[in-house]
C-alpha cells in the first residue's frame, strides 16, 4: 500500500540535474516511486506565495518557513516517513522535527559535512550557524544515510552517542548513465576535431577556487604533446577562460564547451583522462563526487591532487597523480574503473524496504 513520503528538497529540475546533489535526490526519489511524495523546498526569505507542482504521486511545494507554517507543519503530521536531504535542509525542518507529536520515521541523507564544509570556504558565521543546527537536528533523527563509508566512521566519532541509531552507505548513483548513440557521438566527435589517436583530456566543473581549475590549467600548459587535447565542460565558461588566461595557458590548447546534462555521456565517453583536483581536507576525504563516478564509469582515469577521495583508493580505483603526468600517456579506457562502478551499481541494497519495510501493491 503506498505511503506518503515527505522529502525536504528542491525537486531537480532538468537545469539542476547536472549538480550533485540534486542527482542525489533524482536517484532517491526513484526508489520510492509508487509511493505518495510530497517535496517541501522551504524558503526564509522567498516564496511568500505558495507555489505548487502535481504530476502522478508527485507533488512539489515552494513555501515560506513563516508565511506557511500551518500547512508545512500539517505536511509533516501527515507523513509516514521524513527524509531531509543534507543539514542545510534541517534548518527550514527543525522547528517542525520539534513540534511532531507522532512518532514518524525520519531519515537524514547527510551528502556531505556542511560545518566544515563551510569553514573551509570560510564562511564562518554560516559554519556556526550550521554546527548549531547539526547538533539540534540528530536528536530527532531516526536513521542517518550516508554517500561513503568514511562518512560514516567520521559522522560517529563526531557524534559517539548516536550509535544506537540506524545507520546506512549507500553510493551516490549519477543519472546521466545512458547509452550513447553512435550517430551522435560521431557528430560530436567531428564538431570537437578530434581524430582516433587523440589521447582526450576532459574537465568538468566550474571556476570555484576548491576545484583547483588553477593548477589543472598550469599541469595542461606544461604538456605538448600535438596529440593530447583538452576538453573543458562548465556552465561557467567565461569564469573557467579567464583562470585559464591568468594561469597564461594558450586558449589554442582548450576547447571550452558548456553542454547539458544529458549530453555530457558523450563526452565522457570520449575521454580516457579526468581532472578532479581537490585539496586533502576532510570534506574530500568523505566525499563521493558524482563527477568521480561518472569519470569511473566511462573508463576515464582521475587525475588527482589527493587519491583518497571517498572509498575509491579502498576500492581499488585507477587514477594519475597530478605530478606524474608526461609527454606520453597511452590512449586507453580504464577496465579496472569500469568494472568498479559495475559492481557499486549492483548495490543488493533495497532502501525502500529497509527505510519503510516490504510494502505490498
Known sequence: ???????VAPYPTPATLGEGMMQRVKHIDDCFLKHRRTYLNIRLLRAFRKTELKQGMLCVLTLNLFVHFPLILQTFKSADLIYIHSVFNALPAL????????????????????????????????????????KEAVQYIDAFIYVTF????????????????????????PNILAATEKET????????????????????GSAQKWQNVNVMFRCIQ??????????????????????????????????????????????YALADYGFILRDDHILNRVAS?????????????????????????????EYLEYTNLHENLPKRKSRQNIELVSRLLQEPMKIEEVLLGKVTA
Open 1 to 7: 500500500m503506498p505511503k506518503n513520503l515527505v522529502f
Open 95 to 134: 522547528p517542525f522535527l520539534k513540534l511532531l507529536h507522532k512518532k514518524t520515521k525520519v531519515v537524514l541523507d547527510v551528502h556531505g559535512v556542511v560545518p566544515e564544509e563551510l569553514e573551509f570556504s570560510g564562511e564562518q558565521k554560516k559554519k556556526a550557524l550550521f554546527t548549531w543546527v547539526e
Open 150 to 173: 568514511k562518512m560514516k566512521a567520521y559522522f560517529l566519532q563526531k557524534f559517539p552517542a548516536l550509535n544506537n541509531k540506524e545507520h546506512l552507505v549507500y553510493q551516490i548513483k
Open 185 to 204: 557521438q560521431e557528430k560530436i566527435k567531428t564538431e570537437l576535431g578530434l581524430s582516433d589517436t587523440d589521447v582526450v583530456f576532459i574537465y568538468s
Open 222 to 267: 606544461g604538456l605538448n604533446n600535438p596529440e593530447y587535447k583538452f576538453i573543458i565542460l562548465s556552465g561557467d565558461v567565461e569564469d573557467v577562460k579567464a583562470v585559464a588566461q591568468q594561469v597564461g595557458c594558450p586558449a589554442s590548447k582548450l576547447i571550452f564547451r558548456s553542454v547539458a546534462p544529458s549530453m555530457l555521456g558523450y563526452y
Open 289 to 317: 563526487p558524482t563527477k568521480l563516478m561518472e569519470y569511473l564509469y566511462y573508463g576515464i582515469t582521475p587525475i588527482v591532487m589527493l587519491q583518497d577521495i571517498g572509498d575509491f583508493n579502498d576500492l581499488g580505483y
